[in-house]
């Protein structure tokens, strides 16, 4: 028996290429943030060991790759911030300032 959730494309987001509509939805589901009960853990395809934190739309799973930038973004969240990019613009959300890898 598939899972319900089976049917939906799977997509590993970074930092990097996280958008405004992920950003919002990672907020509106996670309001007060995420924690460990929260992370999931599995590996991707090069074998490596990946942490995400995942949101759904209609169609597509994401999981969003777990760091600190991530948490502080979140923390700061104002969609005032983004209602001059699209949606899906990846380079709209950008690493808190004064914050070094």
Same mark, same amino acid.
């Given at each position: 028996? /598939?899972?319900? $959730?089976?049917?939906? /494309?799977?997509?590993?987001? +970074?930092?990097?290429?996280l958008?405004?509509?992920i950003?919002?939805?990672?907020? !509106?589901?996670?309001?007060?943030?995420? +924690? &460990?009960?929260h992370?999931?853990s599995?590996?991707?395809? /090069?074998?490596?060991?990946?942490?995400?934190?995942e949101v759904?739309?209609?169609?597509?799973?994401?999981l969003?790759k777990?760091?600190? /930038?991530l948490?502080?973004t979140?923390?700061?969240? &104002?969609?005032d +911030?983004?209602?001059d990019? !699209? $949606? &899906? &613009?990846?380079?709209?959300?950008?690493?808190? !300032? +004064?914050f !070094? $890898?």
């Open positions: 028996m /598939k899972p319900k $959730d089976a049917h939906l /494309k799977r997509v590993i987001v +970074d930092f990097k290429k958008t405004p509509e950003l919002a939805l990672l907020v !509106e589901k996670y309001p007060h943030g995420y +924690d &460990d009960d992370v999931i599995f590996r991707n395809a /090069k074998n490596e060991l990946v942490e995400a934190v759904t739309t209609e169609d597509t799973k994401y969003v777990v760091s600190t /930038k948490s502080v979140m923390a700061n969240y &104002d969609e +911030d983004y209602e990019f !699209e $949606d &899906d &613009d990846a380079e709209a959300v950008q690493p808190p !300032e +004064d !070094e $890898d």
